[in-house]
């Protein structure tokens, strides 16, 4: 069964840094680009970053790029997200999803990021 | 690079078919096969339904079916039922910085 597990959200202060992870399990993950995908509270869902299966190309959205940085470790079968320079615009529930073609099969569960003074 | 356009709501009683349309444009929807869909449950992740325009993963009921002319892209639910009121989003491969985009929702109600 596929799984992704995401962690490390929480309360940050403007301006302040944040590592999400996201374990996976049930596939075999280096073959896999993955992406994070973020639902900001009562709002719609927001691609935000993705990365190649062997870690050497990656893109992102304009409003989080020079910011975020989104890298992989296939030999720990996780992803993750540096978030730094926080805005309180950045305040969502951050997805990670596998990313076979262009859609997003599988999703984690999701971790909340709360950027507030 | 703006959202994709779907209707706020979308309502029909059990048994019926309804429709939810996602409108974008040329460097979206109506550039590319590569447009999906996602049903998600209040505080849940979503669930891939519809891939490629009109792919259905296994295991997603086939009252479930997407189709595309043009720049708009749909979803149809046949045979609806309780358990398909929920969120509804599009999204679509895009040739903008921004790789992806997805649409801004739309609220199924199963009268």
């Known amino acids: 069964e596929v799984q992704l597990v995401e962690s490390g959200g929480g309360l940050v202060q403007p301006g302040g840094s944040l590592r999400l992870s996201c374990v996976a399990s049930?596939?075999?993950?280096?073959?896999?680009?993955m992406s994070w995908v973020r639902q900001a509270p009562g709002k719609g869902l927001e691609w935000v970053a993705n990365?190649?299966?062997?870690?050497?190309?990656?893109f992102c959205v304009d409003s989080v790029r020079g910011r975020f940085t989104i890298s992989r470790d296939n030999a720990k079968n996780s992803l993750y997200l540096q978030m730094n320079s926080l805005r309180a615009e950045d305040t969502a529930v951050y997805y990670c999803?596998?990313?076979?073609?262009?859609?997003?099969?599988?999703w984690g569960q999701g971790t909340l990021v709360t950027v507030s003074s | 690079q703006s959202a994709l356009t779907q209707p706020a709501s979308v309502s029909g009683s059990p048994g019926q078919s309804i429709t939810i349309s996602c409108t974008g444009t040329?460097?979206?929807?109506?550039?590319?096969?590569?447009v999906s869909w996602y049903q998600q449950y209040p505080g849940k992740a979503p669930k891939a339904m519809i891939s490629?325009?009109?792919d259905r993963p296994s295991g997603v009921s086939n009252r479930f079916s997407g189709s595309k002319s043009g720049n708009t892209a749909s979803l149809t639910i046949s045979g609806l039922q309780a358990e398909d009121e929920a969120d509804y989003y599009c999204?679509?491969?895009?040739?903008?910085?921004?790789?992806?985009?997805f649409g801004t929702g739309t609220k199924v109600t199963v009268l």
């Open positions: 999803a596998r990313s076979p073609k262009f859609d997003f099969d599988c």
């Open positions: 049930g596939f075999t993950f280096k073959n896999y680009w």
């Open positions: 990365i190649k299966g062997d870690g050497r190309q990656s």
């Open positions: 040329n460097s979206d929807v109506g550039g590319y096969n590569h």
């Open positions: 490629e325009a009109s």
């Open positions: 999204s679509s491969y895009t040739s903008g910085s921004t790789l992806y985009v």
